[in-house]
């Protein structure tokens, strides 16, 4: 089931999804959700990433370490 929501866009950015959506073939929401979704994953991705970042107890190896396990 689809949820329909209201946002408010500066031209310029409205513009340039009426011509992706022109250029596509595509209605403006379909560009919105599939630009929605990718920044989601995005910041899921990040999120993981600082998760990881600041684990104290994930290991922190050199890049020569890194080089030598991977048998470069």
Known sequence: MSTAISIRLPKSLASQLDNISKETERPRSFIIQKALESYIEDYADLQI???RLYDKG?????????RKSLGL
Not at 58 to 66: N, Q
Request: hydrophobic share 50%; charged share 35%; aromatic share 0%.
């Open 49 to 51: 990433a600082l998760d």
């Open 58 to 66: 994930d290991a922190v190896i050199s890049s020569k370490e890194m």
